[in-house]
Each structure stands twice: as C-alpha cells, then as structure tokens.
C-alpha cells in the first residue's frame, strides 16, 4: 500500500498534525505494521516540496506545531489514485516455484518442500482465521483477502504435488 497516498487522503477530512497523522494511520491501517514517525514527516516534507500539502502553524506555549492540509493537487492526486486500478501480480515466477526445482536438481526432497510449506500456510491461516473471528470489520475484511490468497496458494501446492513427478522430469538433467 502506498503509505504516501493513505496519508494524503487522510488530510481530505481536514487539517491535521503529523503525531495525529500516524495514529489514524495506525490505527485505520497498521495494524500489523506501525508507521514511524520519522516516515510521516519525511513523507509530508515530500509532499509539501511537490505542493499536494500545505502547512498551518499553530502558535503556542511550546514550539510551532505544524498542521497539515491538504491543497487542490492533493485532493486531485488522491482521486486519481483511488480510481486507478491496482496491477494484479501474477506471481509467475515466485520464489516457492524456484525452491521446489532446485530441491529436484539438487535431489532434495521436494515433496517436504511443499509439506512444510503447506504447514506454515495452514499455520497462518488458523491464526488469520482467529484474528478475523476477533477482530472488527477492517480486520474481517483484511483477513479474508490474506485468506482467499493462502487458499489459492494451497491449491498449487497439491497442483504441484500431483505434478512433481511430470516436473522432476522436465528440469533433472
């Protein structure tokens, strides 16, 4: 996820302070990764030099706290964000795929390959599941999507399996 863009689209309903920035952000989005603060001011330096945010100062007892808001290139950057459609990633060449050939050419085991991948997917998909069941509406959402993918991972690997022999063919020299 584009944390530039989460946090622009944040300013839309109104100005905001770069502590109160990450909270939300935190708390709408990281839910397993926090941002730091560092990220935040460094993202809205960024977007202040490119002129989608603009800075309210804030007098105070202390120092000037600065509050952020968003201008009209923002607001427009942020919408034509929102409508452009993700690119879907295929994963044509994925990193399990490269395991279980090279377990085939280096005569390893490929099928503990897959065993021990489908435990650890089965492992995640128990604790996404518990989460999903304790959690609010963000976190059902973002769990079924992480779910639906684990589950179309599960289906390769038992493609796979079913496969092996027809693949050790193929890629053993």
């Not at 952000?25 to 839910?31: E, L, N």
């Not at 490119?50 to 919408?79: F, M, Q, W």
């Not at 989460?131 to 509406?137: A, F, I, M, T």
Request: proline residues 4%; contains cysteine.
């Amino acid at each position: 996820m584009s944390v530039t863009f989460a946090l622009l689209g944040l300013l839309e309903n109104g100005p905001r302070h770069g502590y109160d920035l990450k909270r939300t952000y935190d708390d709408t989005f990281g839910r397993d990764r926090a941002l730091h603060y560092g990220q935040v001011y460094s993202t809205m330096a960024r977007l202040l030099k490119n002129g989608l945010v603009e800075v309210e100062s804030e007098p105070g007892d202390g120092p000037d706290r600065k509050r952020y808001a968003i201008t009209h290139a923002g607001v427009t950057d942020v919408a034509e964000w929102i409508g452009r459609p993700e690119k879907p990633e295929p994963y044509l060449q994925s990193t399990l795929y490269t395991k279980v050939v090279l377990a085939l050419l280096t005569g390893r085991d490929a099928n503990e390959v897959l065993d021990s991948q489908r435990a650890e997917h089965l492992r995640m998909m128990r604790e996404l599941t518990r989460r999903k069941s304790d959690g609010d509406l963000a976190d059902e959402l973002i769990c079924d999507h992480a779910l639906f993918h684990l589950e179309a991972d599960l289906r390769w690997l038992e493609l796979t399996a079913a496969r092996l022999d027809r693949l050790a063919a193929r890629v053993r020299p």
